[in-house]
């Protein structure tokens, strides 16, 4: 599932948002309220539950020695650092989009505002 922004968020949003991905599960209200909290933001996400996709499952098991810890979240794209955030905190899922963004930012190469 992925969210997209609504129009008058995505005309005033970064020209590059990190990718992110959201590991979690419905029940979780951990994985509720960052969910809720990235939307808030307007920050696109994918989310995946762990308890239905079989890869979301693999996946987060992996990260978390066997465990279904949630949400982890994955903050990062190709070539960038990858963040891997275990049941983080709103200022710290803030923090790390953050650096990411930071990152991307100081990036040699065309902007969309160049």
């Known amino acids: ?3 997209d922004l609504p129009d008058d968020i ?5 020209a590059a948002w990190p990718s992110i991905v959201v590991l979690g ?7 509720t309220r960052s969910r809720a909290h990235l939307a808030e933001r307007g ?3 994918d989310y995946r539950r762990v308890d239905v996709d079989p890869d979301a499952d693999a996946r987060i098991r ?3 020695d066997g465990a279904w ?5 994955l903050i990062g794209d190709a070539g960038a650092p990858l963040t891997i955030l275990r049941e ?6 803030d923090a790390a989009i953050d650096a990411a963004l ?7 190469g065309p902007r969309a505002s160049d």
């Open 102 to 108: 930071a990152w991307t930012r100081s990036r040699p």
């Open 43 to 45: 920050i696109p996400f």
């Open 1 to 3: 599932m992925s969210f």
């Open 69 to 73: 810890v949630t949400p982890t979240i």
């Open 25 to 31: 599960r419905d029940t979780c209200e951990d994985t």
């Open 62 to 64: 992996d990260l978390n």
């Open 10 to 14: 995505a005309a005033s949003a970064p």
């Open 88 to 93: 983080p905190s709103n200022t710290a899922l």
